[in-house]
Antibody, heavy 119, light 112 residues
Framework: QVQLVGSGGGVVRPGKPLRLSCTPS????????LHWVRQAPGKGPEWLSV????????LYADSVKGRFTISRDNSKNMLYLQMNSLTGDDTAIYYC????????????WGRGTLVTVSS | DVVVTQTPLSLSVTPGQPASISCRSS???????????LYWYVQKAGQPPQLLLQ???IRFSGVPDRFSGSGSGTDFTLTISRVEAEDVGVYYC?????????FGQGTKVEIK
């Protein structure tokens, strides 16, 4: 059974950094691209970033480019999102999601982790 | 960015009755490879979104056949043939023909 569990969220002050983690299970981690998607309170999901199966390619949404960094450690089966220069607009539930191998979509989403940026 | 617009934003349905949600994109979701990159997700309370349909009409594993999708180009529809109580949630369409992948605002489906 495919599972992804996000962690590392919490309350953080504006301008401070935070690193999120995603722990997958139930599939061959190194065979799949992985994404981060966030959802602000009462809003629809917003795609943030994708990393290829081997970590060689990374893409970002304009809203986080230059502030967020996606990475993965295939030896540890872990996905990360380093978030810097946080503002109130970054307050959201952050989800990791698996990219399907058969197309351009998310086939499984993880349990999200809440990030609240507040002074 | 491709803008995706859903209507209605909320829907109250009697169990056993049909329901339809419309999704319109600001540009065609038909790719040069012949695929149409339009997907439907449902988000139930307190859960992450889960995939219902891929490439307009292909039901994901385990999705009941009362869910169907149609449309082409820029106009798409999700239809639930006979709504059940477990179908309560917020439904999102998503396009992935172009980065960034973008979602509609969501349609909240409630039971009367």
């Amino acid at each position: 059974q495919v599972q992804l569990v996000g962690s590392g969220g919490g309350v953080v002050r504006p301008g401070k950094p935070l690193r999120l983690s995603c722990t997958p299970s139930g599939f061959s981690f190194s065979d799949y691209a992985l994404h981060w998607v966030r959802q602000a309170p009462g809003k629809g999901p917003e795609w943030l970033s994708v990393i290829s199966h081997d970590g060689s390619n990374k893409l970002y949404a304009d809203s986080v480019k230059g502030r967020f960094t996606i990475s993965r450690d295939n030896s540890k089966n872990m996905l990360y999102l380093q978030m810097n220069s946080l503002t109130g607009d970054d307050t959201a539930i952050y989800y990791c999601a698996r990219g399907a191998n058969t197309g351009w979509f998310f086939d499984h989403w993880g349990r999200g982790t809440l990030v609240t940026v507040s002074s | 960015d491709v803008v995706v617009t859903q209507t209605p934003l909320s829907l109250s349905v009697t169990p056993g009755q049909p329901a339809s949600i419309s999704c319109r994109s600001s540009q065609s979701l038909l790719h040069g490879d012949g695929k149409t990159y339009l997907y439907w997700y449902v988000q139930k309370a307190g859960q992450p979104p889960q995939l219902l349909l891929q490439e307009v009409f292909i039901r994901f594993s385990g999705v009941p056949d009362r869910f169907s999708g149609s449309g082409s180009g820029t106009d798409f529809t999700l239809t639930i043939s006979r709504v059940e109580a477990e179908d309560v949630g917020v439904y999102y369409c998503m396009q992935s023909v172009q980065l960034p992948w973008t979602f509609g605002q969501g349609t909240k489906v409630e039971i009367k």
